[in-house]
Nanobody
């Protein structure tokens, strides 16, 4: 099993920036695609960005040009740099990771989420 822990959330004013991190831990695993999602109160979970192990990146249209996803495979960590934040970006941000082991065993893990609040 792989565990994910996010950090970096907080309260910022509109136009501000935050950098989220998500670290994966476990035994003898390889992380493939890593993604960020967000969920605001009363709304369904929304995909935000993804990055494959090889570095292929995709973004939700509403965050293109403002958010940047990156990863450090040696540290099993994915980042989300969020600039020019807007009140509508307010949500709990969660990371996910698709992983596999030599058994082979495959799975998807989720972090517990980190709150991002953008005030107007």
């Amino acid at each position: 099993q792989v565990q994910l822990v996010e950090s970096g959330g907080g309260l910022v004013h509109s136009g501000g920036s935050l950098r989220l991190s998500c670290v994966a831990s476990g035994s003898n695993f390889r992380i493939n695609t890593m993604e960020w999602y967000r969920q605001a109160p009363g709304y369904q979970r929304e995909w935000v960005a993804s990055i494959t192990r090889g570095g292929e990146i995709k973004y939700l249209d509403s965050v293109k040009g403002r958010f940047t996803i990156s990863r450090d495979n040696a540290k099993n960590t994915v980042y989300l740099q969020m600039n020019t934040l807007k009140p509508e970006d307010t949500a709990v941000y969660l990371c996910s990771a698709d992983w596999m082991t030599p058994l082979p065993e495959v799975g998807r893990s989720w972090g517990q989420g980190t709150q991002v609040t953008v005030s107007s």
